[in-house]
Nanobody, 116 residues
Framework: VQLVESGGGLVQPGGALRLSCAAS????????MGWSRQAPGKQRELVAGIASTGSTSYAGSLEGRFTISRDNAKNTVYLQMDSLKPEDTAVYYCWYGSTFHRPAYWGQGTQVTVSS
């Protein structure tokens, strides 16, 4: 499975960004796609995931500001990030796996920087 992310960049505090991740290759009918992030000097952390059924899971602190969605016809998952804060600055990685907590494939990452 190959994952290609897009949509990162520089945004001011309070702004919004939408990340996209397109999957290709041997995609199972039942799977989960999602996003994790890694800030400098910190461990990678789960942001959100969405199953092929549409069920979702979020890191508790981010639900309400971040929304994950998907387009099954395009094998693409999106992360809408609103009310961004400087602490959201990180490299955001798309992932694909069989469950919410077992990513098996990772994208190359896209930088999100929240700064004035």
């Amino acid at each position: 499975v190959q994952l290609v992310e897009s949509g990162g960049g520089l945004v001011q505090p309070g702004g919004a960004l939408r990340l996209s991740c397109a999957a290709s290759g041997d995609i199972s009918g039942s799977h989960v796609m999602g996003w994790s992030r890694q800030a400098p000097g910190k461990q990678r952390e789960l942001v959100a995931g969405i199953a092929s059924t549409g069920s979702t899971s979020y890191a508790g602190s981010l639900e309400g500001r971040f929304t994950i969605s998907r387009d099954n016809a395009k094998n693409t998952v999106y992360l809408q990030m609103d009310s961004l804060k400087p602490e959201d600055t990180a490299v955001y990685y798309c992932w694909y796996g069989s469950t919410f907590h077992r990513p098996a494939y990772w994208g190359q990452g896209t930088q999100v920087t929240v700064s004035s």
